[in-house]
Nanobody, 128 residues
Framework: EVQLVESGGGLVQAGGSLRLSCAAS????????IGWVRQAPGKEREAVSCIHTADGIPKYASSVKGRFTISSDIAENTLYLQMSSLRPEDTAVYYC?????????????????????WGQGTQVTVSS
């Protein structure tokens, strides 16, 4: 079964840090784009960060650049998101998502709907 399972969410004060993890099963991390998408109440999904495991080049939304770091452990089929200097506006459900399309040789999806495998999400709440 193809599956992504997130963990590491929680409640943190503004300025604090959290580390999200995403464990994949049923498919390999080799040569895929995988990333984090978040959705706050009443808002559309927002692509936060992504990395293609073939080139290892990360992409970040401008709202998180310099504060969040994405990384992957291909051997463990695990994706991470280190979040620092958290702000109340970072409050959202964070989803791990993968684009397993073999035609995508490099880079990340431009639109969140291009991801075809999704986790169940983990809540991140940042208090002011």
């Amino acid at each position: 079964e193809v599956q992504l399972v997130e963990s590491g969410g929680g409640l943190v004060q503004a300025g604090g840090s959290l580390r999200l993890s995403c464990a994949a099963s049923g498919f390999s991390f080799d040569d895929i784009a995988i990333g984090w998408v978040r959705q706050a109440p009443g808002k559309e999904r927002e692509a936060v960060s992504c990395i293609h495991t073939a080139d290892g080049i990360p992409k970040y939304a401008s709202s998180v650049k310099g504060r969040f770091t994405i990384s992957s452990d291909i051997a463990e089929n695990t994706l991470y998101l280190q979040m620092s200097s958290l702000r109340p506006e970072d409050t959202a459900v964070y989803y791990c998502a993968a684009d397993t399309n073999p035609l995508r040789l490099r880079g990340c999806p431009e639109r969140t709907y291009e991801y075809d495998v999704w986790g169940q999400g983990t809540q991140v709440t940042v208090s002011s």
